[in-house]
């Protein structure tokens, strides 16, 4: 299928009670984001969702988003107590482990769906009473904002390299691990709090990207379903890609390792 380009709507949905009181967590990765980092938390804390709590994880960027984000918290906490917690990490360990360490927090604190979006408005905040309202009606153990599902849709900067090599990268991880997922790479994610807990975070290995294919392969092995619900995805507009090339290897690695080798669970 062909990729669709119109950005398809993105208004924000507000949930009729008693949805709209759930507890949820966003949890949000950040190195060097300091031109994002407000547009992003002023829309997410904008979202009709009064028990919505924005977890931020800074791996002490340099550029100062870890403090920009303390001063966000200060001020969106005096508004409404506890809606927006900064995690500041001392060193930089990849996008997996800071996911991790803000989901650990989110589950501490008792809330009941997290959401995992990136730091660069590639995912639009007013997505998330979307992602909400369809696990909350489907009963699915994830349910991820898909590029390639029909009314999904990619920024048209994306060049036709890395469109390619995203269609790639899904089609290889689905042809080994079966996930059966149209947008296995996908970063833009609403989890149910009890399949975090099955799960088991202390288990997962993956530092950089592939996290989100170890969380899917994870959440598939446990017999629960995952949903795909069509998003747009923009490319960043400030800051620039942290992809290394140690976290493409382990990328292309991990599949195998979960289904062949070390990492491997039984069914
Ligand atoms: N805390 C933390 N965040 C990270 C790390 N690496 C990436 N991130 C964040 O993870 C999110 C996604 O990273 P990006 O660099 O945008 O990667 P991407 O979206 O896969 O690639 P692009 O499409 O090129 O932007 C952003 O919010 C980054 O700031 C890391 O090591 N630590
Ligand atoms: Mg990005």
Known sequence: MDDVTEPNEAVPWSLPSPWRDTRVAVVVPTYNEAGNIGDLAARVLALDLPRLRLVIADDDSP????????DLAKQA????????LVLHRKVK???GRAHLAGMRQALALGDEYVVQMDGDLSHRP???PHLLGTILASRAGL????????GGSLSTDWGWHRRLLSRFAGRYVNAILNLSVRDPTGGFKIWRRDV???IGLDAIRSDGYSFQVEMNYRCKQLGHSIVELPIHFE??????????????VESMLTPFALRFGARRRPE
């Open 63 to 70: 550029d100062g988003t870890g403090d920009l984000a303390d």
């Open 235 to 248: 490319e960043r507009s400030t800051g620039s890609s942290k992809i290394s090339f140690a976290v493409q």
């Open 93 to 95: 360990e990849g996008i």
């Open 126 to 128: 007013e997505y998330i």
């Open 77 to 84: 906490n005096a508004e409404r107590p506890d809606s927006m």
């Open 143 to 150: 349910v991820i904002g898909s590029r390639y599902v029909v």
């Open 196 to 198: 975090l807990e099955g």
